[in-house]
């Protein structure tokens, strides 16, 4: 019964980790429809949202066959409508997957069917992500013969119900991370989320506030927000300072005399 719960466990978190998957993905669908509407991005975005379009379709597709497979299994193993089925039955999964001309061959077929589909997407797809997808359809290292020869018997020979349940959803969630790789690729493509300043606050530091003559002055100044794509003109002492990398000025200057001084 303990073994069983933690199965049950590992699957409510791969379905919780899945819903969190899809909500990041409509955040970037959302992104290309911004990046759509601007005239700066919007031709890019035309481009790779059809893709990104693409790999959320293929994903949906493979899901809802894996969400199939599911329901057989609880079928198999007594449920009704997905419910109250015998969550240690040992034979439901091998029924449904592994007897002579059931689905598990089908089931890895499908997955690299999958995988080649967003291959196909863009050739820099597939060389971004040839070597990296989350998806393994090599057979299970194991003692027995029958699992190094037969992918689907490694994983759903004689595996409780709910286990094999569980192992079904960790391939949904291989499939939901591998949509969001290729989705987020193409709008990275287009561009990175752009983030509107519309709040300003000037600063000014100095290395100190008491210099003896000789010594030297040295003035940080900027503003408080800052886009490298529209670098303010700092103008220290009438003179225009230009901006570092990380967009403060820095102006140097000898002091002499005594008394307080000004700088504008």
């Known amino acids: 019964a303990e073994i069983l719960n933690a199965f049950k466990t590992v699957d409510r978190t791969l379905l919780t980790a899945n ?10 669908f959302k992104s290309f ?25 293929f994903a949906d ?15 198999s193993a007594g449920g009704t409508n997905g419910q109250d089925f015998k969550e240690d039955d040992l ?30 997407i863009d050739p820099e797809i597939k060389t971004q992500f040839q070597n990296t997808l989350p998806i393994d359809l090599n057979p299970m290292k194991s003692n027995n013969e029958m699992s190094e020869k037969n992918w ?18 960790k391939f949904e969630n291989d499939v939901k991370n591998s949509e969001a790789m290729v989705v987020d690729f193409c709008h990275r493509k287009v561009g990175e989320v752009i983030v509107v300043y519309d709040a300003f606050q000037a600063f000014a ?19 408080g927000a800052f886009n490298s794509a529209a670098k303010p003109t700092v103008t220290i002492d009438g003179a225009n300072v230009p901006l570092t990398d990380s967009g403060v000025a820095v102006y140097k200057t000898a002091v002499s005399g005594s008394g307080s001084k000004m700088v504008h």
């Open 19 to 28: 819903a969190t998957i899809d909500e990041k993905n409509k955040a970037i």
């Open 33 to 57: 429809d911004e990046k759509l509407k601007d005239p700066e991005t919007a031709e890019r975005a035309a481009k790779w949202k059809p893709k990104a379009d693409s790999a959320k379709m």
């Open 61 to 75: 597709q493979m899901y809802a066959y894996i969400e199939q497979l599911k329901a057989e299994i609880k079928t």
């Open 91 to 120: 034979e439901a999964a091998t029924r449904v997957l592994i007897e002579p001309g059931k689905k598990g061959e089908e089931f890895k077929n499908r997955l690299q069917q999958f995988k080649d589909q967003l291959f196909s």
């Open 152 to 169: 689907a018997y490694g994983y759903f020979h004689m595996t409780p119900a709910i286990a094999s349940i569980t192992i079904l959803s």
């Open 205 to 223: 530091g100095t290395n100190s506030q008491y210099l003896m003559p000789g010594q030297e002055l040295t003035i940080t100044a900027g503003i």
